[in-house]
């Protein structure tokens, strides 16, 4: 805590001005100017300019207010002297300068301009598309008889075929079956008997796909995504193919019975 200092006469003090106040009692507590401003955490040149009362170099009145106030503090002067010597201007608040007021006429025609543009704009896309669907409903009027006109059997050109039944134009719309939709499907994992052999094929859900016995020289194929367990009795008996290739059922068979299971990735796994 800053004791308060000694001062010269007060004679003197109350003939001088605020920064020669500031310097006499700084020089009477035996303090440099760069004293002062490691203290205060202020540039010595703003020290300087206090004790000459150069204000022009320290900012707005309300800063040397508060830089001279900081300044006795620290030397132990009593600052409403201070500031009453302070020969500097009063601190005025600010005059607010609305920059975003705009007068009301004009703020009225941007309006309308607006609204003007919004319309132009709709006419232009709207006028084009009413006046090209009114040609469209114009012409196709022109070429389509009435449903209720007259037909005259006699009228028909020599030669012209007789317009075909419902019954013909439903038949000939419906869909012609090609080669490629009439192939057998191809399955992921393909299997075939050369003798009477024992199957039990499970879906992913737990379903039962197929269980029972396959008699010799049948052929099963199911897609890898459909069957999560294929269990083959008398594997010996019979071929299983995985994605186009043979799988040697003998690594997976107990006592001639092969088991497998097929992973989240299709491929086939011995099953427990």
Known sequence: MTSKLAHPDDTHQTLAGCGERLRLAREASGLSV??????????????????????????????????????????????APMMAALDV?????????????????????????????????????????????????????????PLDAPTDPSARL????????????????AP???PAMQAAPVGDIVLRTSAESWLDVVAPDGASIEKGLLPAGSERRYAATQVARLTIGNA???????????????????????????????SLVAAD
């Open 236 to 266: 010996s008996a019979a071929q299983l193919e995985h994605r186009g290739r043979t799988v040697d059922l003998a690594p997976f068979a107990r006592a001639n019975v092969a088991r497998f299971a097929v992973s989240s990735d299709g």
């Open 158 to 173: 020599p030669g012209a075929s007789e317009p075909a039944s419902p019954r013909t134009v439903v038949a000939s719309m």
């Open 176 to 178: 012609v079956a090609t």
């Open 34 to 79: 760069d004293d002062v401003a490691a203290r205060l955490h202020m540039p010595a040149r703003v020290v300087k300019s206090l004790e000459a009362e150069d204000w022009s170099r320290l900012g707005a009145p309300v800063f040397v207010r508060g830089q001279v106030r900081s300044y006795s503090r620290l030397l132990g002067l009593t600052t």
């Open 89 to 145: 201007g009063p601190v005025e608040p600010s005059t607010l300068v609305s920059r975003t007021h705009t007068p009301k006429a004009q703020w009225w025609a941007e309006q309308i301009g607006r609204r003007l543009v919004y319309i132009i704009l709709t006419l232009s896309l709207a006028v084009p598309a009413w006046v090209a669907t009114r040609q469209h409903l114009s012409g196709a009027s022109a070429g389509t008889t």
